[in-house]
Structure formats: structure tokens, C-alpha cells
């Protein structure tokens, strides 16, 4: 992957820039029990990068890694060109780094637009005593600056019907879509993807499919996704890292992934004779 | 003729000389509003008129010609209202389409008038248009509303209708000489639309209309109604639809009335109750949905606010509808009504949007008489319509005071209307088209030299009123083996009375007996099912549940009982039935895109079933193929019970009278 340091372009004519993020021979050990082990790869800016692999291959450890909530036990993450260091949440979130998650964690008892608005939460400047004086300290325009960035995701993901409603009354696959929205309000460079798709039905992996794509069209967001189902995985992705016990076994395109040997050995088993 | 042509001159003869004149008149007050980012957007008629104007120019600099064919795809916007007006200043024609038709039939309609512009309204139509392309060879030029998605793709032949606008602007110089020329061409006699019938059988028919027929018609039904530019219209009906083009073109242009549309399809129902609409229209579909909806809630409601709806949903029954006809009702009623009204009914048509209503109507297919006076209790001027493209919509309508759910009214102003010998109705008017597009043969056998026009529907006149009843149509009516009367559409609608319902179709011309196919209603035998504990994993098995069985027949029962009071049709009552096992749908050709039943379609390729029906079998297997959204297609197996249904021997008060 060497090769590619000034981008390249995608099968389907989008064109790739540097690297964004590049993981460093990670390891990651918790006491005894070492989830990643050695791992390096990194992250173009523009591109759908995937993470695959069976369970408990590290998967969402590795994606923990990447947004900072773990610190790795060895090796190093580089982002924009320079090492990262631990960092609080906020810090992340301020990086341009922002995820969705594999179990929803969204506000139950908020409406959709509410829900939405807090991913705007590290982009609001006006503090607590602003705020209570709403109107003459300007809050109140800053209010209106989220609320219609926050409008245009709206309409971009298609939610406009249960703007009002509290998102406890949503069907789960809408639920996905307001999380994806929310993380979007915050106008992430790096968007992380939890398995977007993980339990939803067909019709609803199509539009999740659609939405992902569109975002990285339309706002050059750089995706990062695991995910289990795998026509979505190489349909969505330009490269995959392809994981198995903590170990990277492959990275390459869908097609490089597809035929190699060592995954389709971790998909499929070996015997053992 | 000469009397014609001086009264022409003192109005406007064209919708860009109506928009004119309603700049001169209401520049100021509001034409358009649009939901976009969750806040209502408005444009006033001089604003709009604006917009349009640079529309236009930019078309020209397109290179639209005098004549030009240009379609319009797209959900209800203000833009598409704009590039139909703007085609008309252009000498061009607007061609609306059904925006979720496929990509075939869109060819169809695209080669058959060889539209050489296309408005789409996001990347989905330009998709289609895309495919089909390379097939008809007309197409020069496409432009689209919604810029999302569209970067990819190539634009030699193609942008944005914003960028279209905008190169009008810069171009006014060169193009404003030749598109004041053009306007000031237009005259009655010029087409101001082409729509295609959605075709209940064979292939879509292109209708002419002029602006005669489009103003003279506005004028008429506007005058009729009382409308004035405070009306608020919501435009939600499909563009390629007559009505909408009436109401949201015709009428608003000709009244100078407000036209809202909806963010998004699916916010439909929120955004009808911000606006309020004081002129509303929907098909008996909509209120039956509302209807629906409403009576769920309230079954889930408390036990005091479920007494106060019960209780003061009587009083409204029993006094409502009379109080809205200005009949004499007594004080303590009123009173009582008005109680009513402060605790039910007006949150209740708050909830519905219709609040400041002040004329609503229906149309399309019959309405069932509860769902009809359940919203005229309530104090909702709902009223019932008769109309079709070719007529610009209005036959005949019903005045105020004049309402009843089993007839469609009487003419409407400048309508004649007759009845044929063989019972059906024909109707000639100012709004009468001026021909199918490119079909000589079929405006020849529609319309005759006199100008009167086959409607195709089998009706009569009521002697005392004078108000018009169509009982099915003309071609549907048949008779059985026996000679008795055969009317399907009159049964099927008596079925789809009943909430559970949501489709039938009736079979029995040419044979010894009636029977029947059911659709059953998810949303509202769903809802029935889960309350009595009834568990069902999919459609078809809900669809096939004895229970289920058991609750149609004995709807099917009831109206057989009503139709043997009618000695005329009790040739129709339903021996046996089936409910099928998918819902009818347009995407399989099963319906037309208005939802109406093709009958012919449904015969051939159930045509196994209706064996069966008829065969005194008691269940069938059979396998249906299905299409699904995106055009592939798939196949749903099952095995279908058949049943009996009790019915009521013919003339048993011709035997209780002896």
C-alpha cells in the first residue's frame, strides 16, 4: 500500500488524497488478555475504509483505539501528521473524530432534533451564563446557526416526519439513522461506524448503504465502518483491514480481500488435521 | 363566435396574462409556500413571477421551441409549478408525470410526445431518464430540482434548474424580446397542459386542454365555491394529475389563492395541520385513512376522554350535519353542540389540520356514508365531486346545503350533462379537451362532432333532486347468465366501506353467480388482530387467519343482505369468496397509478383462482408473481381457503308484501 501515498482513485472515478490517519504496530492488552496485536494500517482521506473479521477479533477494540477512548499498550496513532497522545473525549470530538455505536446510544426521552443538536455540543461557544442571557449575549443567533446546520442534515438523511418525535417511539433501523445524523451534526473529518447495518432488514441496509455513500460524496467525510455483513462491506468499502484474533490477516481492496487465502481460511475454517 | 372573442378580450387568456394580472392585483400577498429545513418558505405573486420569468428565459437560452414537448417528474413543488408556466411563456407544453411510475412506462409517455425537456425533481427521476434515454432519442436536455447526489454525473446535457434560472438572469438582454413575443401569442385556443389519463385500460391517451378549457373551468368552479386569494390551498396530489393541475395551476392562478406544499410526502399529515388549508381535496382514501387513524388512537385512549368522544359523537351525528345545512335545529342541541365543539370536535380538527376548512372535497371513487358524514358532523363542509381529465375535471358537483353521500351533485356551471340510452352519462362544457394527442380514432369515438363526451360511467338522475348517481362503470355493467344486472364497482365500493377492507374485486358477468376477491386492511385489521390476542408473523398469514375469514364474511353477509332490498341489483350478491394472499398493487400492474382496479389484468393472471371460485373448490395453491420496488421480481406461494357466503333469496319484499 506503499505505493499509494499521494491517493489514488477509486473503481468508480473518486479520487483519494494522503493519509489521514496511519496506526503504528498497535497493541492493545487488557491484564493478561491481548486484544490487538501488532496492527498497522492507515486511513486515506475521502475513503470508506472497512474492518472486518469473525468475533472477538478486535474489531471494535480497534475502533475504540481510533477514536481515542482506548490508549494503546504499545504503538502509536498518527493523525494529520502528527502522533497522538491521550486525549479526553472532548479533545477527539474537537480532532473532527465522531462514531456511531454498535447498541444505540441515543437520548430516549428527546425528540430527534434535540438528539441531533447535541452533536453540535462541542461546536457551541456561548457558556452557561450566555446562554442564560439568551437573547442579548447572542446566543440566541448562535442557536439558530445549529439549528439549521442541523436542518440540512434533516433533510439530507430523509427524517423530516419525526423531527418532533421523541426517538423512544422510533422503529430501531430509524433510531440508526438519527445516530448517524447525530454524529454528522458535529461536521466530523473521520466518521467511525459501529456496525451501522447490525440488525436491520434488508430495506433498511439498502438506505443505511445509500446514506453512507451519500455522506462521502456529498461531504467528503472520511468512513470508517466495521461490519459484519459482508455483500454491504465490499460493496461500501474502496479497502478493508480484515482481522482474526487480534491479528491483521489481510488489507487491500475488496477483490485483494476476497481471494486472499488466510481470510477466506478465517471465514470459512481450516480443518485441522 | 364574435361575442366569444370580445369577451376574451377583457380577461386574460392565458396563465402567464393570469399571472400578470395577479401581480397587478395581489402582488404582495402570498402564491407559494414550501417547507424546506423545517421552515415555511414563501414567495409572493410578484416574487413568483420573478422566478417564472427567469425560468422562462433560461429555457430559451436552452433552446426550447414553440410547440416543444417538455415533461415535468418530481413531487409538488414550487419550482415544478414555476418550469409549467415558464414551458407555457416559452410556447412549449407542460407534460406532467406520475413520478413513481417506472422507467417503461415513463418511455411510453415520452416518445409518444416526443418531449425533447425534461424537469426532474431529484436523482431518482434522472435515473430513469438516464435508462430510457438511449431508446427514445428525443430528450436534448435535462435539468433537476434537487442538486443532491448529482454531482457525478455527466453534464453535457444537463443541470440544475436553479442554474437554468440563473442563466436566464444573466441572459435577459438576449432573450427578453423573444419571450415577451412568445407570451403575447398565447391565446384561448393554445394548449396550456397535456396529461395522460392513467389508462384503466390499453395504453395512456395524452389529453389536450387549452386555456379555455383550463380558465373557463377555474372561473367557473371558483366562482361556485366563493374562492378569493385568502384561500390556502395544501398541493399533495400527484402533479400528472388533472385535479391537482386544476387546484394548484388553474384555480390559484385564477383566484389568486395561496399553494403550500409539503416538505416531504411523508410529513404530509404534520404539514397539513400547520397550514390549515381552507380549500381542501383529497380521494375517499384519505379521509378513510384519517378516520382510521383517529379511531385507534381513540380506542387506546382513557376511559373518561373515550365517554366524551362517544358521547358528544352522537350529538354531532344526530345534529351536525343539519346545522351545517342551516336547517332548523333547537337551542338545547345547540347548545349542546357547541359543548361539543369546545371539547371534541375542535381539538379534533385541529389534530386533523382542518380547522379553518371551509370547502373540502372528495372525488375519484365512492365515499362510504360514515366516514362522508362523519367529517360533516364535525362541521367540516366536506363535499362530493364528479369529474374527469378530459372534462378539466368538474361534470358535476354539489352546492352548499345540498349534501348527500350517494349522489356526486348536479351539474356544475356551463355543464350539460345527459343520459345516454344505454344509461350512460355524457357531458359537454367549456372544459370539454380538445383532443388525445396523436389519436384521431379514440377523441372520434370519445368525443362526438356536437362536442358531447362518452364519460364511460353508467348513471341516472334522481327525479326529485336532480342530483346525478353513478352506479359503476358503463363497461362494467353486464349482466349474469340469467340476465340479471351485473354491477361490480357498485359491490366493490359497498365493500370497501367496511375499515377491514381495503380492496375488492367482484366477478360474475357472463355467469350463473357473483364471487369475490378481498384485500384485507393491514393497518386496521392489524390493529383489530393484536387486541384480540390474534398473532400472525406475516401479511399472508394474517390475510388467511380464520378469524379473519370469519369477520369478512360476515361483512360480505351484511352487504349481501343490503343489496337484495334493491331489486334491481340483488343479482350481485356474493356467493363465495377469498382473500388474497398480497395486497393489489400498481407495481405489478394490478392497479392503475389513481389506484383503481384493472379488472381485465386481475382476471388473467388470478385467473386459477377464479376457477377455483367457481369450481366449488375449497382451497387452491397457487403461486403469484411480484414486483418489487426496484423493479426486480420475485414470487409469493400459498394456499388460499375459499368460503361461502349466506345470501339473501332475491325479492323477499315482493314475497312479504304478498
Redesign the interface.
Known amino acids: 500500500m506503499n505505493d499509494m501515498s499521494d491517493g489514488y482513485v477509486t473503481a468508480?472515478?473518486r479520487q483519494i488524497g494522503g493519509v489521514l490517519m496511519e496506526m503504528k504496530n498497535i497493541t492493545l492488552k487488557f491484564g493478561g488478555v491481548t486484544a490487538i496485536k501488532d496492527i498497522s494500517f492507515d486511513v486515506r482521506a475521502g475513503e470508506i475504509r472497512a474492518i472486518i473479521g469473525p468475533n472477538g477479533a478486535g474489531k471494535s477494540s480497534m475502533l475504540n483505539v481510533i477514536s481515542g477512548f482506548y490508549v494503546p499498550t504499545e504503538g502509536e496513532v498518527w493523525f494529520k501528521g502528527v502522533k497522538r497522545g491521550p486525549m479526553r473525549p472532548y479533545q477527539v470530538a474537537r480532532l473532527g473524530i465522531a462514531r456511531t455505536f454498535q447498541n444505540i446510544a441515543l437520548f430516549d426521552g428527546m425528540s430527534v432534533l434535540d438528539n441531533i443538536l447535541t452533536g453540535r455540543l462541542t461546536l457551541m461557544k456561548k457558556g452557561l451564563l450566555s446562554q442564560a442571557a439568551w437573547w442579548w449575549s447572542g446566543a440566541a443567533q448562535e442557536e439558530y446557526e445549529h439549528?439549521?446546520k442541523v436542518?440540512?442534515i434533516?433533510?439530507?438523511l430523509?427524517i423530516?416526519?419525526i423531527?418532533k418525535t421523541p426517538v423512544g417511539r422510533l422503529p430501531y433501523g430509524l433510531k440508526k439513522r438519527v445516530e448517524l445524523a447525530r454524529a454528522l451534526a458535529a461536521e466530523p473529518k473521520i466518521l467511525l461506524l459501529d456496525e451501522p447495518m447490525a440488525g436491520m432488514n434488508v430495506e433498511e441496509k439498502e438506505d443505511m448503504s445509500r446514506f453512507i455513500l451519500?455522506v462521502n460524496?456529498?461531504f467528503g467525510t472520511t468512513i470508517v465502518l466495521i461490519e459484519h455483513d459482508m455483500g454491504v462491506v465490499m460493496d461500501l468499502s474502496d479497502r478493508v483491514v480484515v482481522m482474526d484474533y487480534g491479528k491483521k490477516i489481510g488489507d487491500g481492496t475488496p477483490d485483494e480481500v476476497r481471494t486472499n487465502q488466510d481470510v477466506i481460511d478465517a471465514y470459512l475454517g481450516v480443518a485441522h488435521d | 363566435m364574435a361575442d366569444a372573442v370580445a369577451k376574451g378580450q377583457d380577461s386574460a387568456q392565458s396563465i402567464p396574462a393570469l399571472l400578470a394580472r395577479n401581480v397587478a392585483r395581489y402582488g404582495g400577498y402570498p402564491a407559494y409556500r414550501e417547507k424546506e429545513f423545517g421552515i415555511w418558505q414563501s414567495w409572493t405573486w410578484a416574487e413568483t413571477a420573478e422566478e417564472i420569468r427567469a425560468m422562462a428565459l433560461g429555457f430559451l437560452s436552452l433552446g426550447v421551441e414553440r410547440g416543444d414537448y417538455i415533461a415535468i417528474i418530481g413531487r409538488n413543488r414550487p419550482a415544478h409549478y414555476w418550469a409549467m408556466v415558464a414551458a407555457q411563456m416559452c410556447g412549449a407544453v407542460p407534460v406532467p408525470l406520475y413520478q413513481d411510475a417506472a422507467a417503461d412506462e415513463m418511455a411510453y409517455v415520452m416518445e409518444h410526445c416526443g418531449a425533447r425537456f425534461v424537469v426532474c425533481g431529484d436523482q431518482e427521476q434522472v435515473d430513469k431518464i438516464v435508462e430510457i434515454e438511449d431508446r427514445i432519442h428525443t430528450i436534448t436536455h435535462v435539468t433537476y430540482t434537487d442538486k443532491r447526489g448529482m454531482r457525478k454525473y455527466d453534464h453535457a446535457r444537463m443541470n440544475a434548474l436553479e442554474d437554468v434560472q440563473r442563466e436566464g438572469r444573466a441572459g435577459h438582454h438576449r432573450y427578453e424580446t423573444e419571450l415577451d413575443k412568445r407570451i403575447a401569442e398565447l391565446d384561448y385556443d393554445s394548449t396550456c397542459v397535456m396529461l395522460y389519463t392513467s389508462g384503466t385500460t390499453g395504453k395512456p391517451k395524452g389529453v389536450v386542454l387549452s386555456n379555455r378549457n383550463i380558465i373557463e373551468t377555474a372561473k367557473a368552479s371558483s366562482e361556485f365555491d366563493h374562492l378569493n386569494h385568502n384561500d390556502e390551498v395544501l398541493a399533495y396530489l400527484p402533479m400528472a394529475w388533472v385535479g391537482d393541475f386544476i387546484f394548484s395551476i388553474g384555480q390559484a392562478y385564477w383566484s389568486g389563492f395561496t399553494v403550500n406544499c409539503p416538505e416531504s410526502p411523508e410529513t404530509m399529515m404534520i404539514d397539513l395541520r400547520e397550514i390549515g388549508p381552507t380549500y381542501f381535496f383529497a380521494p375517499p382514501r384519505v379521509f378513510e385513512n384519517q378516520l382510521t387513524s383517529v379511531m385507534i388512537r381513540m380506542e387506546d385512549a382513557g376511559k373518561l376522554k373515550k365517554r366524551l368522544f362517544d358521547h358528544y359523537m352522537k350529538v354531532a351525528r344526530d345534529v351536525g350535519p343539519d346545522i351545517l345545512d342551516g336547517k332548523p335545529v333547537s337551542f338545547g342541541r345547540r347548545i349542546s353542540y357547541a359543548f361539543g365543539n369546545l371539547f371534541i370536535y375542535g381539538p379534533l380538527k385541529n389534530t386533523l389540520g382542518f380547522s379553518r376548512i371551509r370547502v373540502g372535497y372528495t372525488a375519484g371513487e365512492a365515499i362510504g356514508p360514515e366516514i362522508f358524514s362523519f367529517y360533516r358532523s364535525l362541521g367540516i363542509n366536506l363535499k362530493q365531486l364528479y369529474g374527469q381529465t378530459e372534462a378539466s375535471v368538474f361534470i358535476t358537483q354539489q352546492p352548499d346545503g345540498e349534501v348527500r353521500a350517494d349522489t356526486v351533485g348536479v351539474p356544475s356551471p356551463g355543464v350539460e350533462v345527459k343520459i345516454g340510452e344505454n344509461g350512460e352519462v355524457y357531458y359537454r362544457s367549456p372544459g370539454t379537451f380538445v383532443e388525445y394527442y396523436k389519436n384521431a380514432e379514440s377523441t372520434a369515438s370519445t368525443k362526438d362532432p356536437e362536442g358531447w363526451v362518452a364519460t364511460g360511467d353508467a348513471g341516472f338522475f334522481e327525479e326529485d333532486t336532480g342530483h346525478l348517481r353513478i352506479i359503476d362503470r358503463a363497461k362494467d355493467v353486464g349482466k349474469l347468465a340469467d340476465g340479471r344486472l351485473f354491477a361490480p364497482k357498485y359491490m366493490e365500493n359497498k365493500l370497501k366501506f367496511y375499515p377491514s377492507i381495503l380492496e375488492a374485486v367482484v366477478f360474475g358477468a357472463g355467469k350463473d353467480r357473483c364471487t369475490a376477491f378481498i384485500n384485507i386492511d393491514l393497518t386496521a385489521v392489524g390493529n383489530w388482530a393484536e387486541r384480540n390476542n390474534i398473532s400472525y408473523a406475516s401479511y399472508q398469514e394474517l390475510a388467511g387467519h380464520p378469524r379473519v375469514y370469519e369477520m369478512i364474511r360476515e361483512h360480505v353477509e351484511e352487504v349481501n343482505a343490503s343489496v337484495a332490498e334493491d331489486p334491481m341489483l340483488s343479482g350481485c350478491q356474493i356467493h363465495r369468496f377469498l382473500i388474497l394472499h398480497k395486497e393489489l398493487d400498481a407495481d405489478d400492474g394490478e392497479l392503475t397509478r389513481t389506484r383503481k382496479v384493472r379488472r381485465n389484468i386481475i382476471a388473467e393472471k388470478f385467473g386459477d383462482l377464479i376457477e377455483a371460485l367457481y369450481a366449488g373448490r375449497d382451497e387452491i395453491y397457487t403461486e403469484t408473481e411480484v414486483t418489487y420496488e426496484d423493479g426486480r421480481k420475485g414470487k409469493i406461494k400459498a394456499t388460499l381457503r375459499i368460503e361461502d357466503a349466506k345470501t339473501v333469496p332475491a325479492g323477499p319484499m315482493a314475497e312479504a308484501a304478498e
Open positions: 468508480d472515478g439549528r439549521e436542518e440540512k434533516i433533510d439530507f430523509e423530516q416526519n423531527r451519500d460524496d456529498e
